[in-house]
């Protein structure tokens, strides 16, 4: 069965995002107040999988060996039919 899988992967709390600081700078002085900012990453996979499940422990074991650094990074799985 074809599943639909997002992965979001993000700085975790506490880590520099000089990404984030300057779209943040660029925006203040676009006038676009703001208090706060962070980047992720969005993956769109589509899986061969069994169920949901084996879907999401599949996404999981990518994050886990190539698509995250679990030092620096959160990551979050939704999976789709």
Known sequence: MKFEVQITI???????DPEAMAIQHALN???????????????????DAPTPEDARAT???????????????DYHVEVAQ
Do not use: Q
């Open 29 to 47: 002085n676009l006038g676009f107040a703001t208090e706060g900012l962070r980047t992720a990453s969005i993956y769109r996979i589509t899986l």
């Open 59 to 73: 996404a999981m074991e990518m994050c886990e060996r190539l698509l995250a650094n679990p030092v620096i990074h």
């Open 10 to 16: 993000a700085l975790k709390e506490g880590m520099l």
